[in-house]
């Protein structure tokens, strides 16, 4: 099995600034740094490094998406927007800061997310996964929001399919956080699937709800799981269970892409969830069965959130593990804890959101 690796050290350089989380400082807030630092993305990289598993995986080159593919999903005056000002000194708006160059640092993880799915599609690498910055799941045709300038998925698929002749893509984001930038990009396409498993209105806070299930000929072919705080390894199986699996059979995509946030974690800052490296372990095993009896085992992961520093790597790694079989001599040195957790196996609140959800899965024709 040989599985691909995308990884620049320019996403690193992607520059959001000086921030207390995500509130830019002032009188009242301390400097600080932005929850959507180089950190996360650099730790999980060496530790991948340091394991011996890079050397294992296949490197695939970071490719640049041009304007023409970002028009592809993006709006050209956005585009264009983000480039001058990317020239300049960029933007310190508050949802989507980014400085001098992250224009083209954007287009690289564009371009590392496409250039692994490509790879993937030819038939180079079984699977792969992008470890790209700045994220993308939550940017929109017209605007950047949550951290992300362009939406690396959606233009990712939207290039592929102008030069490999596939059928059905299905989306599985199990970032925290609404995957709402995918699931515009494709509300209306029966072609793509798009799934979001997240915390029940954190963000964006007025989406991500049940009743999105898309419009005109793609309606039904969009699946929110909304969960409510404090879901453990137990909710989070029993969704794939009741719900992503059944609709990825009854789907029967040709290609399965995660935008794949790890701020679900019981470490992260940002989310109030409770998984661990175990949970990413078995959500990617079961997208991989899923993708082995439907689709030739072809799946793809882009890199979204996932705040702690110190957690983020051993769940990436975990993930890295399963997708290309090699176990390394690394064990997670906070799961045991984690694991003791109370409240990690599925409770009945919980159980109730995701039956409701379960209930969209005959509508999938
Ligand atoms: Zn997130």
Known sequence: MAT??????????????NAALFYQPGLVIEPGEHAENANT????????????LSEKLVAIRSEPVTEDDLALFHDRDYI?????????????????????????????AAGGTSSLMDAV??????????????PGHHAERGRGLGFCLFGN???AILKNR?????????????????????????????????????????????????????????KGYNINIPLPAGCGHGAYIAAFERVVLPVLR????????????????????????????????????????????????????????????????????????????IRTEIDDPFLAGFVAYPGQELRPHQEAAIQQAAELVDAIA
Not at 121 to 134: M, S, T
Request: net charge negative; hydrophobic share 35%.
């Open 250 to 325: 009854r789907y029967r995509p040709d290609l399965i892409v995660v935008p794949s946030g790890f701020d679900a974690s019981a470490a992260d800052p940002l989310g109030r969830m409770m998984l661990h490296s175990e949970t990413y372990r078995e959500m990617t095993h079961m997208l991989m069965d899923a993708a082995a009896e439907l689709c030739g085992g072809r799946l793809v992961m882009s890199h979204e959130g996932g705040y702690s520093a110190a957690y983020v790597p051993y769940c990436g790694l975990a993930v890295l593990e399963q997708l290309s079989g």
């Open 153 to 155: 998925v959606p233009v």
């Open 162 to 218: 102008l030069r490999h002749k596939f059928g059905r893509v299905a989306t599985v984001d199990w970032d925290v956080h609404h995957g709402n930038g995918t699931q515009s990009a494709f509300y209306s396409d029966p072609s793509v699937l798009t799934i979001s498993i997240h915390q029940e209105g954190l963000y964006p806070h007025d989406s991500g709800r049940l009743e999105e299930r898309g419009e005109g000929e793609g």
């Open 80 to 108: 264009r927007r983000v480039r001058a000002r990317s020239k300049e000194h960029g933007d310190r708006g508050y949802s989507t800061p980014y400085g001098k160059g992250s224009y083209e640092i954007a287009c690289l």
């Open 41 to 52: 993305k650099r730790r999980f990289r060496n530790l991948i490094e340091v394991s011996g």
């Open 121 to 134: 599609l030819k038939g180079e690498v079984d699977n792969g996964y992008a470890l790209v910055r700045p």
């Open 4 to 17: 691909g690796w995308n990884f620049h050290e320019l996403y690193l350089w992607h520059d959001n600034g």
